[in-house]
């Protein structure tokens, strides 16, 4: 029996952090055998934000390296830039035509975002989660793991199958329907700076979140003023101590110690006690990405084949889907 199908990305929208790494890649690299995975840097969707041409495309490489350096192995994964596979824009024009205006004008990433861009939104910001369709759907992906917050737009591409596969597959399923992946633990973590706000690239305090690639100095300085609160004695799921909880979390999940252990570790601790602790775990969880990383980046070449294979393998999987996307809308093929 053939291996169930994984598709998931990111935007090179800025550094990735620790939300981005333990909601979504380490899930990906954790269950990476048991799947047929394709894992894209979505850079179509970077545009729907303002973003600066001169560093977009090393911005692209980059992640594309640290999904390596994080452990994803090509073996039984593929890695490709979502721009190279001209498919991705096509199907998002002819899911377009099919998804109500009401469904997106719904979606929450929209309102939160729209606000910062003001009376320049643009239509693609609004559109994003077709574009997301269209990633997800292509690859006929059982599986996306994705971080709690695209829990919503993994709802609205179901959504889009279905409809699509109601009006034109004539009783079969031209697109598969897929299923969100999320993980119990990390699924959402929190800034530094306010443990009720998701960490996120594009906030614009850096010592809101810990990147994967900052150096020792810089985790210890943003550790040392991250928010905390003045009571002694750290515990989980206390809804009046939201950031006691996310630094516990955090810790957790880089130590690989379970939330008991955790738990009665740190029962008795004040932040002074904590905070060191919680320094020399994340700089040790950090290092080997940030080593394999350098040795990825110092040989191009090396990456420009993953990529180039990667297009490849995925153009083939892409455009079988597309054909029949379009033969289901009534398109005459180019022969
Ligand atoms: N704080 C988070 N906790 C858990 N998972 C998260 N993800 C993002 N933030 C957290 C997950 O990371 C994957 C890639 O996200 P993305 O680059 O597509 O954009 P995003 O979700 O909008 O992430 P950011 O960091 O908040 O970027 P900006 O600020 O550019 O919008 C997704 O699987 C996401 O769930």
Known sequence: MSKKRVLSGVQPTGNLHLGNYLGAIKTWVDGQGQYDNFFCVVDLHAITVPHNPATLAQDTSAIAALYLACGVDLNCSTIFIQSHVPAHSELAWLLNCITPLNWLERM?????????????????????????????????????????????????????????????????????????????????????????????????????????LDPPDTIAQKIKKCKTDPIKGLEFDNRDRPECHNLLTLYSLLSGKPKETVALECQDMGWGQFKPLMTETAIEALKPIQTKYAEIMGDPGYLETVLRDGREKATEVANTTLVKVKTALGYSLPT
Not at 146 to 156: F, S
Not at 185 to 199: F, I, Q, W
Request: charged share 30%.
């Open 108 to 212: 929450i990433q929209f309102k939160e975002k729209a606000i910062k861009q003001g009376e320049d939104v643009g239509v693609g910001l609004l559109d994003y989660p077709v574009l997301m369709a269209a990633d997800i759907l292509l690859y006929e992906a059982d599986q996306v793991p994705v971080g709690e917050d695209q829990k919503q737009h993994l709802e609205l591409t179901r959504d889009i199958a279905n409809r699509f596969n109601h009006l034109y597959g004539k009783g079969e399923s031209v697109l598969k329907c897929p299923n969100p992946m999320i993980r119990k633990e990390g699924a959402r973590v929190m800034s530094l700076a306010d443990g009720t706000r998701k960490m996120s690239k594009s906030d614009p305090s850096e010592l809101s979140r810990l990147n994967l």
